[in-house]
């Protein structure tokens, strides 16, 4: 709908602005009602030939008709001489001031009425609401009837904790005197706070949804918009809307948007219209009570920029956590989210739950949606365990390109480098296994190697992350190997390699040189993991040492990778050309490959074993 409305806009814009450049001669010509233009010399000559029968003479323009019909008109030039030629040849005479209503204050208007239509369509307030003309700074707060919403806490997977917890509040909402009774206050307002995706909308629709209340939302972002004082009064009005309605809930999701720390930013200007906003917000919250049976619900990903005035006792003192589902709370999302779609025999939803650690509700939702996407376009009855593979293999590294040409060295070169990356990963014991190797250009990487994990992990050991970095390495690794050169191909390599060794050291105190000691900065944030900086507080010495040790760590990886390939340099080359014919070999192919590996003997492969002699490139 909202598609719709957008590129109706589109083609708008450009024809009204045509239009009004228009309105000026259309409503010249319609009140001025002349047909043909004449030079002053022709118009003389008309009068002349006595052709002309009456002329209006105005200030820069003469306009008139002939006697044989029609109407003309012509620029008036300052000439003396016409007036006694009129007379001679008999031409009624008029004159007229130009009326200043039609000239000029019928297109101010239309130009006036364009821009208030024009503002009406860019604001979106052209219906829903409250529209109207000046209704820019009424909240859009979509409100949906708890009744009629239909989402309860049977339709979200997982997230048991935080069911728990909203349930105190939908039982309130349904009989707030029981709940009162021995003189406990509810809080007035509830943050949930977790990744991006994990059903904190849904979460709090459902609170909604079971209290049987009203639903007001509205994202932070909505908030903000050009003019200083809309977003105050925007809260205001959301505020005016659902106190009309208790017992209810607002929801604002994205309160960072408006709930940053004030004044936050050291000597430089703030954003005042986020400020008034957010002030608005906490004025809001101090003037209602809990009785009245309004809660506030906000979600938020970047808890730690929120101003610390919004969680404070009385404001979100509540905080629910969202985290990210484990291995039951996903397989209860699959079951939920595939309720409706015909699954083949051999869907196993526990083992896809187990395959995808790490995904949240929506993008457990999105793979459900892929597979049977691509199950119909095939035009299948029912969607397979194939289906669902393709879906989660989309989902974790984009769509395949294939129309994305390579020539021949181009597709040796990737070949060599995700058989770098697969035989690392399939040689050591603690990382995640090789499901599949590719050279099918797939979103950005022009070739990839799937490593699927079987358990959630929570913690992870220096040898294990040490791994890591081995296969991370392990696609220059046979780059150098093979071609005794490398391409640009490792570049984001590089960049996971080097951002997991520096967090190695300054975040987890993996240097024996450095010690246990945090040097990162706190710029991560807790959910959306944006990788820190060194703490500007550190000296540039242990800056350098930081790097130093950083750069070691990549190297080490990188010689411990080539060294690893250089030990099974013939299944290197099985790989590849297996990889350069068939575009993608599987991790069981992978397997056979290094059992049935010739012993490592210079005459059995073409490939000459290359050491690792530099430091990182
Ligand atoms: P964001 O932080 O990006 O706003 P969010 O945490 O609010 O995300 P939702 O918008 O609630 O996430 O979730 C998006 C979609 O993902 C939902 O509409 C739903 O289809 C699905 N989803 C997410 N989590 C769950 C869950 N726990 N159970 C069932 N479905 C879920």
């Known amino acids: 709908m909202a598609k719709k409305t957008r590129s109706f806009a589109r083609w708008q814009l450009p024809v009204a602005l045509l239009a009004l ?50 109407s003309f008109y012509t620029v008036r030039v300052n000439d003396p001489g016409l007036l006694p030629i009129l007379e001679e040849y008999n031409v009624n005479v008029r004159g007229r001031n130009p009326n200043p209503l039609f000239a000029w204050l019928f297109p101010l208007a239309v130009m006036i009425g364009f821009s208030f239509w024009m503002m009406r369509r860019i604001r979106g307030t052209d219906g829903g609401m409250g529209a109207g003309l000046f209704s820019f700074s009424k909240s859009k707060a979509r409100m949906s009837e708890g009744e009629h919403s239909g989402v309860t806490f049977e339709d979200i997977g997982g997230a048991r904790e935080a069911i728990t917890d909203l349930q105190e509040i939908t039982d309130f909402l349904k009989d707030p005197e ?32 079971e ?35 208790v017992p209810a809930i607002i929801f604002i999701d994205e309160i960072d948007a408006i709930g940053g720390k004030r004044g936050s930013v050291a000597g430089l200007p703030t954003n005042d219209e986020r400020e008034q906003t957010l002030n608005q917000l906490l004025a809001e919250m101090d003037g209602f009570q809990p009785t009245t049976g309004l809660i506030l619900i906000a979600a938020t990903n970047r808890p730690e920029v929120l101003d610390t005035a919004l969680l404070r006792p009385g404001r979100f003192d509540r905080q629910v956590v969202v985290g990210l589902p484990d291995l039951t709370g996903r397989h209860e999302i699959y079951k939920i989210h595939t309720e409706n779609i015909t699954l083949a025999p051999d869907v196993d939803l526990e083992n896809l739950s187990r395959i995808t650690p790490g995904f949240s509700g929506a993008d457990v939702a999105n793979v459900i949606n892929e597979a049977a996407l691509l199950a119909s376009r095939e035009g299948k009855d029912a969607v397979s365990a194939a289906d669902f593979d393709s879906a989660i293999e989309r989902v974790v590294a984009g769509s395949e390109r294939r129309t994305r040409a390579m020539n021949e060295r181009e597709k040796k070169v990737v070949a060599a480098h995700e058989s770098g990356h697969a035989l690392t990963a399939a040689l050591l014991p603690n990382v995640d296994p090789v499901h599949k190797v590719s050279i099918i250009p797939r979103g950005n990487a022009l070739g990839y190697t799937w490593q699927r994990p079987v358990e959630d992990r929570y913690l992870m050991g220096q040898g294990e992350l040490e791994e890591r970095l081995i296969v991370l390495l392990g696609g220059r690794a046979a780059e150098k190997i093979v071609f005794s050169e490398v391409s640009t191909g490792a570049a984001d390599d590089l960049a996971r390699a080097t951002e997991l060794a520096r967090r190695m050291i300054s975040e987890y105190g993996m240097s024996e040189k450095l010690g246990p000691v945090r040097l990162a900065a706190d710029t991560r944030t807790q959910y959306l993991g944006v990788s820190g900086h060194l703490d500007s507080s550190i000296s540039t010495t242990t800056a350098a040492l930081v790097e130093g040790e950083t750069s070691r760590l990549v190297s080490d990886a990188l010689k411990k990778a080539m060294e690893l390939l250089n030990s099974h340099i013939s299944s290197l080359e099985t790989l590849m050309q297996r990889l350069c014919e068939e575009e993608t070999v599987s991790g069981e192919r992978i397997k056979a490959i290094l059992e049935n590996e010739k012993a490592p003997n210079k005459e059995s492969s073409s490939l000459k074993v290359v050491s690792f002699t530099t430091g990182v490139e």
């Open 21 to 70: 450049l228009l309105v000026r001669p259309i409503v010249g010509f319609l009140f001025t009602g002349t047909d043909a233009e004449y030079s002053y010399s022709e118009f003389k000559t008309l009068v002349q030939n006595s052709a002309v029968q009456e002329v209006v003479i105005m200030t820069d323009r003469i306009e008139g008709t002939l006697h044989e019909g029609g």
């Open 178 to 209: 029981h709940f009162q009774r021995l003189g406990g206050k509810m809080p007035k307002g509830v943050l949930l706070v977790g990744p991006p995706g994990t059903g904190k909308t849904l979460l709090a629709k459902a609170t909604a949804g």
């Open 211 to 245: 209290a049987k209340v009203p639903f007001f939302s509205l994202s932070g972002a909505e908030f903000v918009e050009m003019f200083v004082g809309v977003g105050a009064s925007r809260v205001r009005d959301l505020f005016g809307q659902a106190k009309k309605k």
